[in-house]
């Protein structure tokens, strides 16, 4: 999963700072600032959801219905 959100930050032009355990940070705006980096932000945000989202169906199939369950927790700060 971690792969798949490096290439949407690398799409993004949005900087991972680290992964720490389950926790992927990453931040928009730097290390070059943008006017927009809170859009930036929320559009890889969005990206990510739909990559979890397509991973779980797929994993549905494959692994059976607990992985449905399997979800993003995102949050956004200024």
């Given at each position: 999963?971690?792969?798949?959100?490096?290439?949407?930050?690398?799409?993004h032009?949005?900087?991972?700072?680290?992964?720490?355990?389950?926790?992927y940070?990453?931040?928009?705006g730097?290390?070059?600032?943008?006017?927009d980096?809170?859009?930036?932000?929320?559009?890889?945000a969005?990206?990510?959801l739909?990559k979890?989202?397509?991973?779980?169906?797929?994993?549905?199939v494959s692994?059976?219905?607990?992985?449905?369950?399997?979800?993003?927790?995102?949050?956004?700060?200024?």
């Amino acid at each position: 999963m971690y792969g798949a959100f490096d290439r949407i930050a690398y799409r993004h032009s949005v900087f991972k700072v680290e992964t720490v355990g389950d926790c992927y940070v990453a931040v928009a705006g730097l290390p070059e600032p943008t006017h927009d980096h809170g859009v930036v932000a929320c559009r890889f945000a969005r990206d990510c959801l739909k990559k979890v989202k397509d991973v779980t169906l797929k994993l549905e199939v494959s692994l059976g219905p607990d992985t449905s369950e399997l979800e993003l927790r995102i949050g956004i700060h200024r």
